[in-house]
């Protein structure tokens, strides 16, 4: 019997707490985890000494109910990125010996792309220095790009948010007889699997009439050639836009938004698309044009989470701890969809599979013409918004499990 340690990593979900909640659940239920401390923003709570205890601050299902409907990262987030351990084996040192110090037996990080390369070199070194401690990577993130799993926690809700308010905003856009563009700038850095989800507000009778991913090479020209061909049939045209699109030769096209930083990873700061295809609707066709960029609602919209994506977060949070207590280290488990009416079963697959990969739209699933998305993408995505995820109010405003720094709930 010995600690567990357990971090949130990378930008928050409406989902992220609830896989938390499934480490919390499956920590209590196994026959090798005494105690169970949260790492206060991600891998920087080792480093700084900065833990919670999980057992203490989520005591029963009443609690864990509360933590799986909170949006945002309850143990705080961080985007550090380790450097390669040949480069800094002293900083790794430090990291075991603090796992050491507090008997840790296992490590789980619950994150996407970013995080998994952080799972990756804390189990190689680990590996390499024949350390004790198992180090397990759990998915995560509304951009859907992870290798080694059907779909990542967190899209599915997000997808909701997107094709709900892209179904409210073909409502009002649709009010007057004048001609008029509404261009939706929505996150998307080099996959569009959340963009693409813009589609389903058609189920609802209404929805984007153009839809642009990163996936393929983008034309200003042939924009602006579609919407003049829409407003040729109606006078409200509906755009969906990912902000990671990119010109034949690879530019963003909102770069001349943006100042050109980069994070900790070297990813470009994203934003500014919606501004500059506004500018040229505006410049090159002259009617009333406006941009809305959806930004962080699209991950932090608990009120709009889906059922599916909910129960599932909890569900592989769960299964993680389970393949711990079966001798699993250096893995990420992942979801792998049956044939069939909608199921999931979950596996688990090397981490040097999964880190430093991204998973893209097939491109069968994108219309020849770049602006729009196929039928089977639909399919695929559908099954992840369905149903809603339990919601607690009081005084007509959500209530949310709030950890204290460190300690419990208020």
């Not at 050639?225 to 045209?237: E, G, M, N, W, Y």
């Not at 592989?316 to 792998?336: H, K, M, N, P, S």
């Not at 729009?372 to 499990?401: K, N, S, W």
Request: net charge negative; charged share 20%.
């Amino acid at each position: 019997m010995s600690i567990a340690v357990v971090g949130q990593s990378g930008g928050p979900t409406a989902a992220i707490n609830a896989t938390l909640a499934g480490v919390i659940a499956g920590a209590k239920s196994s026959c090798h985890i005494q105690r169970l401390l949260g790492m206060r923003h991600g891998i920087l709570g080792i480093l700084e000494d900065r833990y919670t205890d999980l057992f203490e601050a989520f005591p029963n299902g009443d609690a864990l109910d509360l933590l799986s409907a909170t949006p945002s990262a309850v143990l705080g987030s961080c985007r550090k990125k380790l450097p390669p351990p040949d480069e800094d084996a002293a900083l790794y040192e430090e990291i075991f010996r603090r796992f050491e110090a507090l008997d840790v037996s296992a490590f789980f990080y619950i994150g996407g792309n970013d995080s998994m390369d952080t799972v990756r070199k804390l189990y190689h070194y680990g590996r390499e220095q024949g350390k004790p401690t198992a180090i397990l990577g759990v998915p995560k993130t509304i951009d859907n790009d992870l290798y080694g799993t059907d779909h990542a926690p967190g899209y599915g809700s997000a997808a909701k948010y997107v094709a709900t308010v892209m179904l409210e905003m073909a409502r009002d856009a649709a009010v007057y007889p004048v001609q008029a563009v509404t261009i939706v700038e929505i996150m998307g850095r080099d996959a569009g699997w959340l963009t693409a989800a813009s589609a389903l507000a058609r189920l609802g009778g209404a929805g984007p009439d153009l839809i642009y991913l990163p996936e393929v090479p983008f034309s200003m020209e042939g924009f602006l050639r579609d919407v003049r061909q829409v407003l040729a049939r109606k006078a409200s045209v509906l755009v969906a836009v990912s902000e990671g699109i990119r010109s034949a030769t690879g530019r963003y096209i909102g770069d001349a938004m943006q100042s050109g930083a980069v994070d900790v990873f070297g990813h470009r700061y994203l934003a500014g698309v919606g501004r500059a295809l506004e500018s040229a609707v505006r410049e090159e066709i002259g009617c009333k044009v406006r941009q809305v960029e959806l930004n962080i609602p699209q991950r932090c919209a608990a009120h709009c989470a889906s059922g599916v994506d909910i129960a599932e977060a909890r569900q592989i949070g769960r299964a993680t701890v389970e393949a711990f207590d079966q001798g699993a280290t250096g893995v990420f488990l992942g979801f792998a969809r049956r044939e069939g009416a909608y199921a999931v079963d979950i596996h688990a697959h090397s981490v040097d599979e999964v880190a430093g990969r991204d998973r893209k739209v097939p491109l069968e699933w994108i219309a020849p013409a770049g602006n729009d998305i196929l039928p089977p993408l639909m399919d695929y995505i559908r099954p992840l918004i369905q149903g809603e995820a339990p919601a607690f109010y009081r005084d007509g405003l959500p209530v949310h499990a709030v950890l204290e720094t460190p300690g419990g709930l208020r």
